[in-house]
């Protein structure tokens, strides 16, 4: 997306941006982004998805309205966000090692291959299942490759894979679908006592194999809470197995929204958007048209899950009556709408200059976004899980 001209009315142009504040408008961007993955972060720490779901349906929870709000505001945002702040930083990498005459495919290689060594070590050492190093180190060497297609092409990205994830998604639905209509069928036809034919057999049996794989059970996250509220090793164990299944059967998966949003972070940053130099009629322009189009449909796509699925049982019966979850292309566009007007706001504080303390707190955050990623692993795994503090799922019993 490209600066639009500036034709209606005259305006003061804004001050030439040095290369100094680009960089510290990127280290600032980065910092936000940073303590917002923290925020999205904190509730894998602290317990299993399926005991949030009072988050999400009953309204009398003020942890429904701090679910809503995180949801609405942060969720996917922040993450996006980070990807286009990693994408940018490719090109200042690249940027800046070239004036030093060095090689520099050789040193980002060997860059992006120690951030995946130490993204490893992240997940079975210090026992993050959430991890996002160890993909920014395998996406980073893919994204490198397109560091000189033009910009209009990098932002392409975005909306191809949405569109790419949405089709791919509806066929994993379906395939699941059919299989829960089959189960479905076989189970009745078992409640009233008649002979089941081989064909409903087997539905039961495939059901019941996905349902371990991919739907959790009440039970199962009982014991994975045990496991959690255990021993270091007892933790390790369970861990590391969730994220060897990450780095390897549903890597294939995740690297394409990652490298859609460090392509379009490069475009972003080749327009001047990341760094402060479009006008700041432009950037009020986007902000308002990032929310006032993805704050209607995030909201939208909230209430729509609050109102059909507010837990998984409820997810299972909509699935046996909605052949396409159309709700579901709502995401990617929604997300992107609003980190634009996220860093549009944010990149207008920091121009006027009324936030200067905040935003150099941010820029240290930024700085040093490595050592306070990891520090933030440590400090919550010490907190909620079992070796630790032993808050996973607050002191309450699991019930």
Not at 188 to 198: I, T
Not at 227 to 245: C, E, F, G, H, I
Not at 301 to 316: K, M, W
Request: net charge positive; glycine share 8%; proline share 4%.
């Amino acid at each position: 997306m490209q600066a639009p001209p500036v034709v209606d009315a005259p305006v003061v142009a804004a001050a030439p941006v040095s290369e100094s504040q680009r960089n510290r408008l990127i280290d600032a961007l980065r910092g936000v982004a940073l303590l917002g993955i923290l925020l999205m972060n904190i509730p894998g720490f602290a317990m299993p998805n399926l005991f949030s779901e009072s988050f999400r349906n009953d309204p009398t929870n003020v942890n429904f309205w701090v679910n809503a709000v995180v949801t609405v505001v942060f969720e996917g945002k922040m993450r996006a966000l980070f990807g286009m702040i990693f994408g940018a930083g490719v090109v200042l990498f690249v940027c800046k090692k070239e004036r030093t005459g060095k090689s520099v495919t050789g040193l980002f290689y060997r860059r992006m291959f120690w951030l995946a060594v130490f993204g490893l070590i992240h997940a079975h050492l210090i026992l993050w299942v959430g991890d996002i190093l160890y993909l920014y180190g395998v996406c980073g060497m893919i994204v490198y490759l397109f560091r000189n297609v033009r910009p209009v092409y990098l932002a392409l990205g975005v909306p191809l894979v949405a569109v790419f994830d949405f089709g791919a998604g509806t066929l994993f639905y379906q395939h699941v679908r059919s299989q829960r209509l089959a189960y479905v069928e076989a189970r009745d036809a078992e409640a009233a006592n008649r002979p089941l034919s081989a064909a409903q057999t087997e539905a039961l049996a495939q059901w019941r194999e996905l349902e371990q794989t991919f739907i959790p059970n009440r039970e199962e996250a009982r014991e994975n809470t045990r496991k959690m509220k255990s021993d270091y090793a007892t933790v390790a164990a369970y861990v590391r197995r969730l994220a060897l299944k990450i780095e390897t059967v549903f890597l294939p998966l995740m690297v394409w929204d990652s490298i859609a949003l460090m392509l379009l972070g490069i475009a972003l940053y080749r327009w001047g958007f990341l760094t402060g130099e479009w006008s700041n009629r432009a950037y009020l322009r986007t902000l308002l048209i990032g929310y006032g189009t993805g704050l209607p449909l995030v909201t939208f796509s909230f209430y729509h899950g609050y109102v059909t699925a507010p837990d998984h049982e409820a997810s299972l019966r909509r699935m046996e009556l909605v052949a396409v979850d159309w709700v579901g292309l709502i995401y990617p566009f929604q997300r992107i709408l609003l980190v634009l007007a996220h860093v549009s706001a944010l990149v207008l504080l920091y121009k006027s200059g009324r936030a200067a303390r905040l935003f150099r707190r941010l820029e240290a955050v930024g700085q040093m976004a490595f050592t306070n990623y990891i520090t933030h692993s440590v400090l919550c795994t010490l907190i909620f899980f079992g070796y630790g503090l032993n808050y996973y799922l607050g002191k309450q019993d699991c019930h």
